[in-house]
C-alpha cells in the first residue's frame, strides 16, 4: 500500500504562483513513478507532470511547459509541483498519484491521493 498526501492549494490571481506537494508513504519503492493530474468541472481527469525515481526523467504536459516543474525530496520523499505564472484555465483540483510505468494516462496509476483545489481567478 501506498499513501498520497496532498498539500499546498489554494486562491491566487492570474501570473501569481503555488507550490503543490505530495507526501508518500508506505510501500513506496514498490510504486517508482509519481505523478501529478487535475481534474477540471465537467472534464476528465488530465496528465499534468510526473517523476521517475529510478531514471529521474520526468515530463510536462505541452500546456503547463515552461510555466510548471515536477521535483522530488528524495529525503523526506516528499514530491513538488511548482507552478508559476498560473492561468485562470489552470483551476481545478491536482491529484498526486503512484504507479510503475511513466504513463501520461490516469490509468497508469493504482494509488491515489484525496486531490487539492487550485483556483486562479482573473
Not at 105 to 116: E, R
Request: charged fraction near 15%; hydrophobic fraction near 35%.
Amino acid at each position: 500500500q501506498v499513501q498520497l498526501l496532498e498539500s499546498g492549494g489554494g486562491l491566487v490571481q492570474a501570473g501569481g504562483s503555488l507550490r503543490l506537494s505530495c507526501a508518500a508513504s508506505g510501500r513506496t519503492f514498490s510504486r517508482p513513478v509519481m505523478g501529478w493530474f487535475r481534474q477540471a468541472p465537467g472534464k476528465e481527469r488530465e496528465f499534468v507532470a510526473l517523476f521517475s525515481r529510478g531514471s529521474g526523467y520526468t515530463r510536462h504536459a505541452d500546456s503547463v511547459k515552461g510555466r510548471f516543474t515536477i521535483s522530488r525530496d528524495s529525503a523526506e520523499n516528499t514530491m513538488y509541483l511548482q507552478m508559476n505564472n498560473l492561468r485562470p484555465e489552470d483551476t481545478a483540483v491536482y491529484y498526486c498519484a503512484a504507479g510503475t510505468l511513466a504513463a501520461s494516462t490516469p490509468g497508469g496509476y493504482d494509488y491515489w491521493g484525496q486531490g487539492t483545489q487550485v483556483t486562479v481567478s482573473s
